[in-house]
Nanobody, 123 residues
Framework: QLQLVESGGGLVQPGGSLRLSCAAS????????IGWFRQAPGKEREGVSC????????NYADSVKGRFTVSRDNAKNTVYLQMNSLKPEDTAVYYC????????????????WGPGTQVTVSS
């Protein structure tokens, strides 16, 4: 059974950092492109970052460029999203997703999703 599980979310003050993890089971992540998405209450799910299967191509939403970094550890079958300088507007449920081998920022391009992890940025 193909499964993705996110972890690392929580409550953090503005300016703080979190590292989200996305662990895969039932399949090998290094054959897949990875996407990170988020959804705030009342808003549509939006692409945050993605990484190609090879890891050679990444992309970021303008709102997180320079603050977020996506990475992967194929030996651990895990991908990460390092989030620095967090802002209240980063508050959302964060999801990882896997599909194909490309870096795509559109959620409709992904078939495999984790259940999400809540990130709350507040003082």
């Amino acid at each position: 059974q193909l499964q993705l599980v996110e972890s690392g979310g929580g409550l953090v003050q503005p300016g703080g950092s979190l590292r989200l993890s996305c662990a895969a089971s039932g399949f090998t992540l290094d054959y897949y492109g990875i996407g990170w998405f988020r959804q705030a209450p009342g808003k549509e799910r939006e692409g945050v970052s993605c990484m190609s299967r090879s890891g050679g191509y990444t992309n970021y939403a303008d709102s997180v460029k320079g603050r977020f970094t996506v990475s992967r550890d194929n030996a651990k079958n895990t991908v990460y999203l390092q989030m620095n300088s967090l802002k209240p507007e980063d508050t959302a449920v964060y999801y990882c997703a896997a599909d194909s081998g490309f870096c795509v920022m559109s959620p409709g391009s992904y078939d495999y999703w984790g259940p999400g992890t809540q990130v709350t940025v507040s003082s």
